[in-house]
C-alpha cells in the first residue's frame, strides 16, 4: 500500500479556499486517490475520489498532476463547518477488499 | 441518501463481558468492514467481509473478536470477554462493488466504554 503524507494541520479563514497536498510517491498503477472527512465523534465522510487530472464535485475539487505522486484537495470558500481533519488515501482500484489505510490526516481549522 | 447506520451508539460494558455491536449496512452493497478509532489515535482496520466470510483481518482482529451477517441486512461485531484497551470508537462500513469509483461509506459508530 501506498504511504501517503499530509500536514498535520492548517488554518483558514471562513470565505477562504483552502488546498491539501498529499504525496504519494510510490503510488501504483491500480491505485486510487480518494479523500475523507471526519468531524468529532463521527465516522470518515467520503469526500472525492480520483485517478488522475482533475475531478470536481459540489463539495470539492481534486487535481492530481501526470506523474500521480502527489495530489491536492481543494475546498472553495470554507465555512466554520469545515473544521474537521481530512484524510488522503491511496488504494487499489479494483479491490474490493484492500482495507482503507488512514493516517493521521490534517486537521484543518476554519476561523471566523 | 441512503446511510450505514450503528446501534447502539454507546455501549457502556464491564471487562470480561461479551458485547455485541451493530451495523446496517446500505441495503445494496455487497463488501462490508469493521474499523475502530481509540481515542485521539488513527482509524484502524479491524476486518473486511465479503460473500459471507471474512476476506481480510488485521493483527487486531483476534480471538476474541468475530464477525456475523445473521439475516439480509445486519452486520454484527462481536468481541466475547471485552478488555479495557477494547475502549474505541467502532466504525462499520460498506461497499456497493469492487470497482473503481466505489467507496467505502462509513456509520457514525459506536463508542465502547469498557469499565
Known amino acids: 500500500l501506498a504511504k501517503t503524507t499530509q500536514p498535520i494541520s492548517m488554518d483558514s479563514y471562513e470565505g477562504q479556499e483552502v488546498n491539501i497536498t498529499c504525496s504519494h510517491n510510490?503510488?501504483?498503477?491500480?491505485?486510487?486517490i480518494t479523500w475523507y472527512q471526519q468531524f468529532p465523534s463521527q465516522g470518515p465522510r467520503f469526500i472525492i475520489q480520483?485517478?488522475?487530472t482533475k475531478v470536481t464535485n459540489e463539495v470539492a475539487s481534486l487535481f492530481i498532476p501526470a506523474d500521480r505522486k502527489s495530489s491536492t484537495l481543494s475546498l472553495p470558500r470554507v465555512s466554520l463547518s469545515d473544521t474537521a481533519v481530512y484524510y488522503c488515501?491511496?488504494?487499489?482500484?479494483?479491490?474490493?477488499?484492500?482495507?482503507?489505510?488512514f493516517g493521521k490526516g490534517t486537521r484543518l481549522s476554519v476561523i471566523a | 441518501e441512503p446511510e450505514v447506520t450503528q446501534t447502539p451508539s454507546h455501549q457502556v460494558t464491564q471487562m470480561g463481558q461479551e458485547v455485541i455491536l451493530r451495523c446496517v449496512p446500505i441495503?445494496?452493497?455487497?463488501?462490508f468492514y469493521w474499523y475502530r478509532q481509540i481515542l485521539g489515535q488513527k482509524v484502524e482496520f479491524l476486518v473486511s467481509?465479503?460473500?459471507?466470510?471474512?476476506?481480510?483481518k488485521s493483527e487486531i482482529f483476534d480471538d476474541q473478536f468475530s464477525v456475523e451477517r445473521p439475516d439480509g441486512s445486519n452486520f454484527t461485531l462481536k468481541i466475547r470477554s471485552t478488555k479495557l484497551e477494547d475502549s474505541a470508537m467502532y466504525f462499520c462500513?460498506?461497499?456497493?462493488?469492487?470497482?473503481?469509483?466505489?467507496?467505502?461509506?462509513f456509520g457514525d459508530g459506536t463508542r465502547l466504554s469498557i469499565l
Open positions: 480520483g485517478y488522475k
Open positions: 462500513a460498506s461497499r456497493r462493488d469492487r470497482g473503481p469509483n466505489q467507496p467505502q461509506h
Open positions: 488515501l491511496v488504494g487499489d482500484r479494483n479491490s474490493g477488499n484492500t482495507p482503507l489505510v
Open positions: 510510490n503510488i501504483a498503477t491500480n491505485d486510487y
Open positions: 467481509f465479503y460473500n459471507n466470510e471474512i476476506s481480510e
Open positions: 441495503s445494496n452493497h455487497l463488501y
